[in-house]
């Protein structure tokens, strides 16, 4: 997977939790209880989560690159990936 696959698909993830958090605003609006502020708490940490990874491959769209090439070469030449990265691994769901 390229950088470019990646950050798109990041991008496509945050605007799902986007929505989802905008519903869980307009449910937590017409409906104050305690259900509706945990489901809108628990939609808020899912777009944080989602923004984060976001920036942590936009802020380091270098390393990322460098270490999945790395990973491509070890599992070309040695058959497994390294263990050790610059960069966490970021695996798609």
């Known amino acids: 997977m390229t950088d470019w696959d990646l950050i798109t698909e990041y991008i496509h993830n945050a605007m799902q939790a ?9 449910g937590l609006r017409e409906n104050a209880t305690p259900d509706a ?5 628990a939609r808020m940490q899912e777009l944080t989560d989602h923004l984060t990874k976001l ?5 380091n769209q270098e390393a990322f ?4 090439m790395a990973d491509w070469l070890s599992t070309v030449f040695g ?3 390294p ?3 610059h960069t966490p691994r970021m695996e798609m769901k």
Request: no cysteine.
């Open 37 to 41: 502020f945990d489901e809108f708490r």
């Open 18 to 26: 986007v929505d989802k958090a905008h519903d869980a605003t307009n």
């Open 55 to 59: 920036q942590t491959v936009l802020d």
């Open 79 to 81: 058959g497994k990936r």
């Open 65 to 68: 690159a460098l270490d999945e």
């Open 83 to 85: 263990e050790y990265r």
